[in-house]
């Protein structure tokens, strides 16, 4: 009987180093599959992220120009001549630039559910004060409100910085950008 308890502690201390290099390995191979799933999941938010991003700045690059012609044509004496049609036919193209951006900012902004919306409402609204300053102008009414279009870029901008901290999971700081 002592000599079986002795080959039971043998075959124990024998059997005992490699069962725990077996669940090691198994728990080495789980803990690596975890963390290739972890980081295929961040590079598609990051993918998402970059993409929303580049579309914002294009959004912002195509109002700048949308604004600055619409300002210059306000201003201009003669809307009918070259320079004023020239004018009016990059705001017609910046006009569809500006409605293919929204419609990829909305797009683009359904990794955000929380900021999200928000950034789709400013957007909007951002082109409806565009298309209303343009009215003015062909109906020669004036009354440009440029003051009312930068709070609104200021919106946006503020905006879709918090969207795309929420797609990339990233708590922003919000004091920096308030008032």
């Known amino acids: ?12 201390s024998i059997l005992t180093p490699i069962v725990i290099v077996i669940l090691g390995i ?11 799933l972890v980081a295929r999941e961040s590079d598609f938010q990051k993918k998402w992220a970059d993409e929303f991003f580049l579309c914002c700045q294009q959004f912002m690059q195509a109002s700048e120009r949308h604004l600055a012609l619409l300002t210059a044509l306000s201003l201009s004496r003669d809307l009918d001549g070259k320079v004023g049609t020239e004018m009016r036919n990059e705001i017609n193209w910046l006009n569809a630039k500006l409605m293919e951006l929204e419609l990829r900012i909305r797009r683009n902004v359904v990794f955000s559910p929380t900021h999200g919306e928000s950034v789709k409402r400013v957007s909007k609204e951002w082109i409806e004060l565009m298309k209303r300053m343009l009215e003015n102008l062909k109906l020669k009414t004036g009354g440009q409100n440029f003051d009312e279009i930068i709070e609104k870029i200021n919106e946006f901008n503020r905006s879709s910085r918090q ?17």
């Open 1 to 12: 009987m002592q000599e079986w308890l002795e080959i039971g502690k043998f075959v124990a």
């Open 26 to 36: 198994l728990l080495l191979r789980r803990i690596e599959g975890v963390k290739a």
């Open 163 to 179: 969207a795309h901290a929420e797609m990339l999971e990233i708590r922003a700081v919000e004091h920096s950008f308030k008032r």
